[in-house]
């Protein structure tokens, strides 16, 4: 297994000018390029819509070449700026062999400039480590590779060309349910190898063949893939937390984070309520002006209940929305894997009776 805090210690010690030289692996080029999808391509973990509407080249990699920290015959080329959030920037780039070929397309997130005592480093590193060890699940962008150029770090994933964020799909009910379940078995997965998430919300979640869902075509098998794990936390390092700051976004945060208990797998089944009421209810259910005002609903649990043609998932939904943590635990037994299976129930339910639904929505 990658030992990430190597990775983290060669990036910080480049950091202060000393640079460590990669060691050579043998390359398995296909962990590089392996298609996701449909397309044959990987995945990006940002929405194209970018806070950065107006810079086509925030990081200035274009020209430029990046070394891969794993492999000594692997080079990245050719930037396309893809997307920006706080942490850094996403970018394509082609992935070249040591004969110079093109061997694929991949993404690669490179932090943001930052100063010596920037907690984003700290971030940086857990998401790594996150992304390499969680690299078993279909549904989970993962990491193959990472390093760094200009003494800042990156980090290398598949690149899904036509992945879109959840919440600007429509799509019906029936297949929402199906996506939605495959991400709960996601979330089962990486809390059982000891992450939990912590900051799940739609545009985390992407989905591939988003292009035909949005021109009215709707394929019979999409996939749905979680992604950015930069406030995740693993639940094995009581270290590895973030005590007394919120973190992450208001609107899909658990109740008790607001009093100061550390995040995990039962804060996530939470947000993962947030989501679920969004995407089948068209709203969020807590959606004061303020951020005080949300934050002042989510704990008095103060939402109109869900109104959704399946009794399941609207039952499922107001456990997930439980303000006590002990009592949702206690609703859920089975965390994520309950989730994952009452979700598959409910899609059926849902595709039982496409008749009522069509005239609900035509009303």
Same mark, same amino acid.
């Given at each position: 297994?990658?030992?990430?805090?190597?990775?983290?210690?060669?990036?910080?010690? @480049?950091?202060?000018?000393?640079?460590?030289?990669?060691?050579?692996?043998?390359?398995?080029?296909?962990?590089?390029?392996? *298609?996701?999808?449909?397309?044959?391509? +990987?995945?990006?973990?940002?929405?194209?819509?970018?806070?950065?509407? @107006?810079?086509?080249? *925030?990081?200035?990699?274009?020209?430029?070449?990046?070394?891969?920290?794993?492999?000594?015959?692997?080079?990245?080329?050719?930037?396309?700026?893809?997307?920006?959030?706080?942490?850094?920037?996403?970018?394509?780039?082609?992935?070249?062999?040591?004969?110079?070929?093109?061997?694929?397309? !991949?993404?690669?997130? %490179? %932090?943001?400039?930052?100063?010596?005592?920037?907690?984003?480093?700290?971030?940086?590193?857990?998401?790594?480590?996150?992304?390499?060890?969680?690299?078993?699940?279909?549904?989970?962008?993962?990491?193959?590779?990472?390093?760094?150029?200009?003494?800042?770090?990156?980090?290398?994933? *598949?690149?899904?060309?036509?992945?879109?964020?959840?919440?600007?799909?429509?799509?019906?009910?029936?297949?929402?349910?199906?996506?939605?379940?495959?991400?709960?078995?996601?979330?089962?997965?990486?809390?059982?190898?000891?992450?939990?998430?912590?900051?799940?919300?739609?545009?985390?979640?992407?989905?591939?063949?988003?292009?035909?869902?949005?021109?009215?075509?709707?394929?019979?098998?999409?996939?749905?893939?979680?992604?950015?794990?930069?406030?995740?936390?693993?639940?094995?390092?009581?270290?590895?937390?973030?005590?007394?700051?919120?973190?992450?976004?208001?609107?899909?945060?658990?109740?008790?984070?607001?009093?100061?208990?550390?995040?995990?797998? %039962?804060?996530?089944?939470?947000?993962?309520?947030?989501?679920?009421?969004?995407?089948? !209810? +068209?709203?969020?259910?807590?959606?004061?002006?303020?951020?005080?005002?949300?934050?002042?609903? %989510?704990?008095? +649990?103060?939402?109109?209940?869900?109104?959704?043609?399946?009794?399941?998932?609207?039952?499922?939904?107001?456990?997930?929305?439980?303000?006590?943590?002990?009592? #949702?635990? #206690?609703?859920?037994?089975?965390?994520? #894997?309950?989730?994952?299976?009452?979700? #598959?129930?409910?899609?059926?339910?849902?595709?039982?009776?496409?008749?009522?639904?069509?005239?609900?929505?035509?009303?």
């Amino acid at each position: 297994m990658t030992n990430v805090a190597d990775a983290v210690g060669k990036i910080s010690a @480049t950091r202060r000018g000393v640079v460590t030289q990669p060691v050579a692996k043998p390359v398995p080029v296909a962990q590089i390029v392996k *298609p996701v999808g449909s397309s044959g391509n +990987g995945a990006t973990p940002l929405n194209t819509t970018t806070i950065f509407p @107006t810079i086509k080249d *925030p990081a200035g990699l274009q020209g430029q070449t990046l070394i891969s920290g794993k492999y000594a015959s692997l080079n990245y080329q050719n930037f396309q700026y893809v997307a920006s959030g706080g942490m850094g920037h996403v970018y394509s780039a082609d992935v070249i062999d040591q004969q110079g070929a093109v061997r694929g397309r !991949c993404a690669i997130k %490179i %932090i943001n400039d930052y100063h010596p005592d920037d907690k984003r480093l700290r971030l940086f590193q857990t998401e790594i480590e996150a992304m390499l060890r969680l690299n078993q699940h279909p549904h989970i962008v993962h990491a193959v590779d990472y390093g760094f150029h200009d003494k800042l770090p990156f980090v290398v994933m *598949p690149y899904i060309s036509d992945g879109v964020p959840l919440n600007e799909v429509k799509m019906p009910a029936p297949k929402m349910a199906h996506i939605l379940a495959d991400i709960a078995s996601a979330l089962g997965y990486a809390q059982g190898v000891g992450f939990a998430h912590l900051d799940l919300k739609p545009p985390n979640i992407l989905v591939s063949k988003a292009k035909e869902i949005i021109n009215g075509s709707f394929p019979e098998r999409l996939k749905a893939y979680l992604t950015d794990f930069g406030l995740s936390r693993n639940l094995d390092i009581s270290t590895n937390t973030m005590t007394g700051t919120v973190k992450g976004t208001v609107h899909y945060m658990a109740p008790e984070i607001f009093n100061g208990v550390k995040g995990d797998g %039962i804060s996530d089944l939470f947000s993962f309520g947030v989501i679920l009421y969004e995407m089948f !209810c +068209g709203n969020k259910p807590f959606a004061a002006d303020t951020v005080n005002g949300v934050m002042g609903q %989510i704990m008095k +649990g103060d939402y109109e209940l869900p109104n959704t043609e399946s009794g399941i998932l609207n039952s499922l939904i107001t456990r997930l929305l439980t303000t006590d943590r002990r009592e #949702r635990t #206690r609703l859920l037994p089975s965390g994520f #894997r309950s989730v994952e299976s009452d979700l #598959r129930v409910a899609a059926q339910e849902l595709e039982s009776d496409p008749l009522k639904l069509f005239l609900k929505k035509a009303s």
